[in-house]
């Protein structure tokens, strides 16, 4: 918030605000107030990316109205954790959204972001992990990022890791989803120096507690260089994929 | 119960009752059995508030016969955790009553209470906890508070939080619902010296375990001045407000 | 922080202050940095209590230097979990200080609060949780309160408690304390209508999982009115006790 | 099984049966195979009491299938945890069989059983609870005991409680079903001198776990004498209450 | 409380009391305060037995001042969860106490109890067991009941339980104990009618959870008549079985 | 992969294969890659098994198309926790294949495996049980073992499974079905000296914590020679039974 | 125990045992008794295996006394879970017994037992976890196995388990003992048909809950193929892989 | 391994090897056997940084083994949770080392490594916190990386943290250390657009649960760009760091 303050500062300084204005300036500028949201239009300038909008408690209305306004602002849009019949409602009102049905999210590009400088490995253990990967994937490109997918090539099955070898080794950043024993990550992390995001899933029954059993793996992974999100996570993934990514 | 049983030793002393009467006297007055459910009455003496009705659990025909008891007692009425097929069935026998269907609640006010001293400040981190927060809402309304509804100012945006700072700082109480991470009530609490009820929330999945994240980082809240009640429990928040706010 | 801001803001605006000295006054002012430690003198101000230390996890040396800040500054001094053995190295320095040896807290009053409007109530449920209460008087005499203590009227024999009803019964916020099955605040809120604060404790075994079993029950209370703070957090309890009761 | 063991040698002493015989009478007497199941018949003899059926994850055809072989051999029935669709397809086989909407039972008393040799007291926290101590009372009635139900007097309102102590302090055994905080065995236990089984309840929500807070307050009471069953597992308490009773 | 309550009142019709002085009797009588505990001489009365010490978490102080009270009032003294070094400090003051090490109790018969009608059999499925059940055989004793130990006959050689079996089948309630995976109570259940109290033990290591796994497999156990007591709590299993065998 | 990398080098060697052959070799040899998933069909050579599909996750049209792939190379199938609906959809593509509505498993059989040397004794402790079992059986047999099924021989009578003694001990491996207290592997365990496998259902309810409180008992079993699968894993069992079977 | 049943009721019928003997035979035959311990000598003829002592919680009284009649009866001698004290205690008795430091076993071979058929490899992910494999291997040499150990070959360098595979696919059985993630015996089973028993250890710190973590990912194993034992539990790893290489 | 195959497979085509000498060569390089531990000298070039030795749950001796062998080979040396004790062990045979006795590492610099691009901004929320930032700091410094510290900025005095925004703007990741409520990382993700690596300690008590409480806030973090490593994992953070830092 420094250089806003600053700003106002100088204009204050300067004569141009005063400061009742400066405080009015502060409290009402970086978020449009909705009632039931405020939404952080700021957030693009502050962080670099819109502010994304996660679907789960919230009613159609609420998403659709948010939504609307980030339309509005010809920010891109990324609606993560929603079902089709959301969307059903939504693409009445903006009739451009794109819905990926295995991530679950609605998306909407206005706006090109800048690049990523690499490319990044989105990468799943089982066929059952893919909808996690997918949110990954799509929060990935919305983001501005090049990525590879590569998915089923668990520890059931080593070779078809390996086999894939090369082309995680290319990865600037890799993404490694695993539901069940969450071994993934801890093997990839094995054999390559790349700075690597475990997502738990809750694939998975009985003892893998609804995915706790990847997560309690992931951040037990005896290799180095793990960072884990929450489980079944996979925006958060590819938020902070893109962050590095963008460095 | 000492100024009942006062009263009815004085009764005794004064050959005014039996031991026998004095002892039906006091088993008989402070409930009303309705063999299901026991209506306590007495409350509204005892504790200042009449009894609310939890309605987790409940059929709808126990539901309504005990509120047709509390409304036939002139007392205000309150229901929580309901539906609105049961509201549907009560408003044949209670047609006033009122429906809030984000808080689940109905509610009906016949009398009017004493109100509190100052203003009570329900904020939430996110559009999600919105229902929470209606429950705290309501609660507060029924028992006499005047209140702020501040939402969806969250940590992913403080600058929203200091936005409506002023307004915060002039509560006499404040209730603050959070899920997820539940960082919000600590961030306020370390800005202000205002008696603070923490209420977490369900909002989330995976590693917030249904609410049990929010709940241990807000009863391990680093500043002091905070007070936690159940996950979802806006009613617990709204009455411990109340119970404050009339001091 | 508003009224820091505003003041700031007019020296700007009246020429008093350059852009740069507001910023630095800002960044300056409210804390002191000991590398370590950022002792937050302005907390005084901003919250009307001074900084308490957590023993936990510090050095005695590290302690020993904030607490010599802290004098410095003649501001009360409470530090909370903090061994004997830290208490005569702190002796040293600091002479006049005092140590509860069954609260664990050193302590030393140097400057008059203003006093709070009522009584506090601490009540243990067994004669294990007093070491926790006192924590909570330390905490409440510190801030400038006044209260009574009630130990050892748990539900293993209710009519001890009802003994103390009267005195309970007068007090404007209540502590409730207790370890094992927790019932002790439901006990009490289910026959009072004052502010409860219920502080669990660690007292019990197995099953009793080191408190938990009490922090869930009063989570759980069925009676309204019940705010819980941390497993066997006398100072948090003592701390909310004293904001609500200076209201 | 020693009486039959006995039997058997005595046999095979006398000349009466062969070994193999024997063996084979050890073997093939105590129970019937249905493939699916293996119904105790020898239960009624060894402990009194028929075998009674859980009902949950069973299709409806093996509970039919079971409770007509316990039907013919003149026992009398208990299903347990049973809807009301498989008690209407029972109905079409076993007509007389009767289904208990709230306890989710079905019975059938084909033969007086020996009376226990006093009351049982079977009281719940809540109304909610009422589900859970209905169960407990068919189970207390088909195995031949008379009892008393006092519902709706947990620790919200500890008058209630109160007004029925008469009535429980001539229970023989009692049976005290709390979800939520689960305070009121304990409460219970620390005026009376009667063994109590304490059964949770899944009543609550949040921090209730499902039952697993009131479990554990009940594991931890304070005031000795108190046995806990199963969250929810009022046949389990009926089942306890009347082998003592029977004492 | 009530015929304390009714013996009150006649006194107040007859005018031999006050209301002010039955006000005064009723909170003055039943316990005795020693500031930091409140010793229940009244239980004596109200509950057949004397009041028992838990000694964890108190001072040796807090211990022997209480043990004096009791042996004063010529009940006899039972304390639990204590060290020998307490016990030590106790002989000085109570000479004629007696110190189990295995069971860590502390106990005093002064007055010859009412006799239990039967025998109680305490089971333990392993030596590592015994402590707990020798807590259990202890608390049998100072309430009056004669008592078998039947000692390490766990599941791992089922004949050695069998070999036992007459024994058991004559008792009027069994204890059972056991640590690791809890089967024994369990197993016991299946093959007796007689009331059972399961008592899961801390022995085990990894998955045991410090008895967690016994206990939930306690709680689970598939043949009912099992009322299960906190991990560790001898005394609990001690005391109810106790209340039981006088009925 | 030693036999794989030793040929390849041997042809490399030889000249017959340039190192980048080799590379393409080792590389693509093993799995079929049909993007949501890599049929691993070197598993058969591998691990003398085919590949077996774990339904849950997945789209019909998913295991359909990996399904016909395995059908299409000619190995046997076999699809665990699938529902009816995916069945009848499979069937139109796949018209020889079975569903087995208990185990909730698809299978054929097209070709013919190495038997086992003995048999494997599947038991489980109740009816509710069974469906666990099946799943474990349907594996058995698709894998080339004999087996007895012993079912509801649980520990609520034991005298039902002593009668199976005699069936039990001739096994090679046994498979021990239970949920709730999960007592049956360590009581076969105790009388047996036969590798055991466990497996912990989600039968039961409240505390069984969906088969967590047997789980952990079965980890915990006193007696060794117990080797324990995930909750409901029939599969996982039928699969390391054979394992060891086929030694 | 049938042949002991039929043994015995071959002599009742021949007239050499009357019933009463007979049932002396059965009750007394197959333990011998030391009050707090019963030992099992009947288990090397029912399981071909002498009982093993299980040192937790023991004192040392009680294993030297156990251990000495173990000796007696020139069986070989197990003791897990025990400390060097002990063993410098039970020297003076059995001056030949011999202390493994690492696996914290004492061990004396006095017979020679049937030799397994097969190696077993024991292999561990970390340095670290060398005192449970240790366990594991005290107890295959002591119940007649040969095996290999490879050491430090976890998934942080799995070049290092390639390195070994070939001594590991020669094994029998193979017992995989990991820390932290839990991922080895995963890997291992990925790439072999050879039975696993995997061990999960309580190597690692914070979310790694003392082996936790490792046991659910191992329960969780995506291959088949594995069987899990206790946290910690090398004596159970042991005693099965011995009784599978025995097969 | 690629590489390394390549260059196998390349000396075997041009005859350099023979299929037997490439094999031994596989197996042979990558790691030196030291039976309790395999040094794996091969990461340093395919992982860039040299192998870190855990030190928890070795021995001296494993230790200082494993230290002299990484000292010979001229690479770097970190050793983390390690004691004191440990390192005046070490000292003797490697005298250069160094102890951090906060941190608990012994670290050795010998090479110099490529330096990362930015800085890494390590901020704690508390004093308590600071021994787990220490040892992130430690492995930041010997994988060549520049860092501030930032300690004592938590969210009970959030101006001590805006205090500090210019300095943690600047960063290329930030390491953000908290225990308790674990809401600092979430605070600061809010604020700013670089990645964040977020360390759970266990600082705290009661429901802080050894720092579960934070690691479940930082999974939950309702900002995106954090990734979280295990609880007082400081080198996980420090690790992780150090990769993205040098992309």
Do not use: W
């Not at 009015?24 to 952080?40: E, G, H, S, V, W």
């Amino acid at each position: 918030m420094k250089s806003l303050l600053e700003d106002v500062l100088k204009k204050v300084h300067k004569g141009k605000l005063t400061p009742e204005e400066a405080l009015n300036t502060l409290k009402d500028y970086p978020y449009q107030d909705l009632t039931f949201a405020k939404i952080d239009h700021h957030r693009e300038l502050r962080k670099g990316y819109p502010e994304i909008i996660y679907g789960l408690g919230k009613t159609d209305e609420q998403i659709i109205t948010i939504a609307q306004e980030i339309i509005n602002k010809k920010s891109n849009l990324l609606i993560t954790k929603v079902g089709e019949s959301t969307f059903k409602n939504l693409k009445k009102k903006i009739p451009q959204a794109k819905f990926n049905p295995l991530a679950k999210t609605i998306s909407l590009k206005q706006q090109k972001l800048v690049s990523g400088k690499g490319k990044i490995s989105i990468i799943t253990a089982g066929t059952s992990d893919i909808p996690v990967a997918e949110e990954a994937a799509v929060t990935c490109e919305i983001l501005g990022n090049e990525f590879d997918k590569i998915y089923d090539v668990g520890v059931a099955g080593l070779h078809r890791l390996f086999g894939e070898y090369n082309k995680i080794k290319q990865a600037r950043v890799i993404i490694a989803v695993a539901g069940m024993e969450g071994a993934l990550p801890s093997v990839i992390a094995g054999v390559v120096d790349i700075p690597l995001i475990a997502v738990p899933t809750s694939v998975g029954y009985g003892a893998s507690m609804k995915g706790l059993a990847a997560l309690l793996a992931m951040l037990n992974s005896c290799p180095g260089g793990v960072g884990v999100v929450n489980i079944d996570n996979g925006f958060g993934a590819g938020y902070l994929a893109s962050l590095i990514n963008h460095l």
